[in-house]
């Protein structure tokens, strides 16, 4: 079942602000579970951008930002550039489910 | 240069079995809880199961539970998945990847890096 839901698209000229939201619930982000996120180009494997809500991970340029807050967890992505066209997914862990879980995943689109 | 390298996919009918292999190098393997993460065709990422580093403690997720069996080999600094009863939804990309965050055990705030290149299980007749 879907446990944390983000929006199927998004998308921004370059240069632009964008965000991605990762909504769950009080038994995974809401429980203060770390939220990690993920940038998975096509045809290759995910590859980790924050870790522990809001730490980029090594190479990761600072235009890439986490928050959270409540239920809920975000990514942003400042000065949109063509290389950032992907798919992103949070990740957390759900204690009802007593495992990891992720996100249903956001194609970002650079117009 | 820390590198895992899956191997073992390929084409399975319904109810059969398939092991995938895992081999990690460039980092201390048993340092580290591993992690086997799945992808069915043009979905989203499904965690999948777990292991810690001494290979004492596995978790599943309640899709594998009693037909998948995860494990590892120190000395071959090889993460297995055992996979039986396969079923056509179990039809995905199967990554592995390494839990950072904690020394050895699996930990609710792991966060997965890196991950292999992943390989393709198919379960079809």
């Known amino acids: 079942q879907t446990v944390l839901t983000q929006p199927p698209s998004v998308s921004g000229a370059p240069g632009q602000r964008v965000t991605i939201s990762c909504t769950g619930s009080s038994s995974n982000i809401g429980a203060g579970y770390d939220v990690h996120w993920y940038q998975q180009v096509p045809g290759a494997a995910p590859k980790l951008v924050i870790y522990?809500?809001?730490n980029r991970a090594s190479g990761v340029p600072d235009r890439f930002s986490a928050s959270k807050s409540g239920t809920s967890a975000s990514l942003a992505i400042t000065g949109l550039q063509a290389e950032d066209e992907a798919d992103f997914y949070c990740?957390?862990?759900?204690?009802?489910?007593?495992?990891?879980?992720f996100g249903t995943g956001t194609k970002v689109i650079v117009l | 240069e820390v590198q895992l390298v899956e191997s073992g996919g390929g084409l399975v009918q319904p109810g059969g079995s398939l092991r995938l292999s895992c081999e990690a190098s460039?980092?201390?393997?048993?340092?580290?809880?591993m992690s086997w993460v799945r992808q069915a065709p043009g979905k989203g990422l499904e965690w999948v199961s777990a292991i810690s580093g001494g290979g004492s403690s596995t978790f599943y997720a309640d899709s594998v539970k009693g037909r998948f069996t995860v494990s590892r080999d120190t000395s071959k600094t090889t993460l297995y998945l055992q996979m039986n009863s396969l079923r056509a939804e179990d039809t995905a990309v199967y990554y592995c990847?390494?839990?950072?965050?904690?020394?050895?055990?699996?930990?609710?705030?792991?966060?997965?890096?890196?991950w292999g290149q992943g390989t393709l299980v198919t379960v079809s007749s």
């Open positions: 460039g980092f201390s393997f048993s340092s580290y809880a």
């Open positions: 522990a809500h809001s």
């Open positions: 990847a390494t839990n950072r965050g904690s020394v050895q055990r699996v930990s609710p705030s792991n966060w997965l890096d890196p």
């Open positions: 990740q957390s862990y759900d204690s009802s489910l007593s495992g990891y879980v």
